[in-house]
């Protein structure tokens, strides 16, 4: 995504209405996120492709519900918020909200030797182990870190440089051979460490990128072909994500969202099964679509996804992965579009990993026409936005061991803390966010937070727990995908409540 900025046009489409606040649908839907025992074991290894699936090394099927975490491809050469928090939280915190995955942007500056990784915060212990490391270097403790939590890694090569996207896959400035010898020194760097599951080519292919023209100066299909063949001869297990572009026979869409051509014009590559299509979408606060003002919207969303990308999943194609999709959440269509896409996006509980791949943009507070997960402080969730997402999230990955989140063996003690704040009240009703965090010396599997209401206030919607009340009284209890939390990390959840006015209680915390 051009964060500034983002130029796109038409398309057509459809998608059920939520309420806002629905992805912040209570408790049971986040508890659902596939509590098979199965399921929750799988992501070892390497990843394949089988029709519209992804399978790890074992024949498992592993759904991406992941997170874009930028920077890398900017400036400063290195992921924003390091300015401000130390990497492993940030990483153990994705962790904790139940994404399994990170996508990370990079630009080819960061194989100069003259590029230097700025705005790094080193006081007071934070990002210790990064100083003094270049870009790549910096790159491999977060990868190192990642799948010591149980993350994967999707290494996205955003831009040519720093200075903004570009609509083909090579400028005057990088050709192509640059950027295919850059693809192969990434797949080759991280050869053997499987947190690194694969590669997304160039992002957001735009006009005069073409799908299936034959140009090679313009065909961006023949050009993902040449760039995902170079990769899979130095790292043959490597994934293959290939976005889509932006016109198609004279439909155009969003930037890297169109992919009508693949039905005619497939990706082929040297090693079968590691091709995975990657579209991107998004909401009015990054563009205008005609479908937007559509009289039937939201209604037409489906339709228009099957279009451009959705056909590709229905009919097992290929596995389909919406690597960017995100929105400020401050119009009403937006929330309709939000709660419509991940609709469409196949509930976990209901469809486990057979079902659509996402990462959404983005982590950082920061992107201009999307804002983030967290907010401005880089630290507080956007419980409302991280909400709206809580039914398509999925187990994570089994990790690599070592320091891992910084959770400790056996022996240790088992405790916690939970820290109540109230977000916004208006009299009527109000919204609170709970954070738990390990106290103790080893990792926690579960947690459980209780309090009392010192008046009548009853919970109306619960996200990234469950809850039961009684009279004044509320346990809240982990969802599925963030009980396990590392010894100094922590986990969050969030609720609504009427009415408001009601204060701060006193809460307890009990590990286990």
Known sequence: ?????????????????????????????????????????????????????ILDAAGQPVRVAGINWFGFETGNYVVHGLWSRDYKSMIDQMRSLG???????????IFKSTTVPNSIDFSSGKNADLQGLNSLQILDRLVSYAGQDGLKVILDRHRPDAGGQ???????????????????ALATRYKGQDTVVGIDLHNEPHDPACWGCGDTATDWRLAAQRAGNAVLSVNPALLIFVEGVQSFNGVSGWWGGNLMGVGQYPVQLDV???????????????????????PTFPANMPGIWDKYWGYIFKQNIAPVWVGEFGTTLQSTVDQKWL?????????????????????????????????????????TV???????????????????????????????????????????????????EVKVTNTGTTAIGSWKVTWTFGGAQQITSMWNASYTQSGAGVTAVNASHNGAVPAGGSASFGFGGAPGGGGVPSVTCTAA
């Open 1 to 53: 995504m051009s964060r500034s900025l983002r130029r796109m046009l038409c398309g057509l489409a459809a998608a059920l209405l939520i309420p806002l606040g629905a992805g912040a649908q209570t408790a049971h839907a986040a508890d659902a996120v596939v509590a098979d025992a199965v399921a929750a074991e799988a992501g070892a290894g390497y990843w394949h492709t089988s029709g519209r699936q």
């Open 99 to 109: 994404y399994n995955t990170i996508r990370i942007p990079y630009s080819d500056d």
């Open 166 to 184: 570009s609509a083909l896959w090579y400028t005057a400035a990088v050709p192509e051979s640059t950027w295919i010898t850059n693809l192969k």
């Open 272 to 294: 079968a099964n590691r091709v995975v299509y990657s579209a991107h979408d998004y909401a009015t606060s990054v563009a205008q679509q005609s479908w937007f003002s559509d």
């Open 339 to 379: 709660a419509a896409l991940v609709s469409y996006l196949r509930p976990t509980s209901t469809y486990g990993a057979d079902s659509f791949h996402w990462t959404f943009w983005s982590w950082n507070p920061n992107s201009g026409d999307t804002g983030g997960i967290l907010k401005d402080d880089w630290q």
């Open 382 to 432: 956007d419980t409302v936005k991280d909400g709206y997402l809580t039914s398509v999230k999925a187990p994570g990955f089994p990790g690599t061991g070592g320091s891992g989140g910084g959770g400790g063996g056996g022996g240790g003690t088992a405790t916690c803390a939970a820290a109540y704040t109230v977000s916004s009240d208006w009299g009527g009703g109000f919204n609170a």
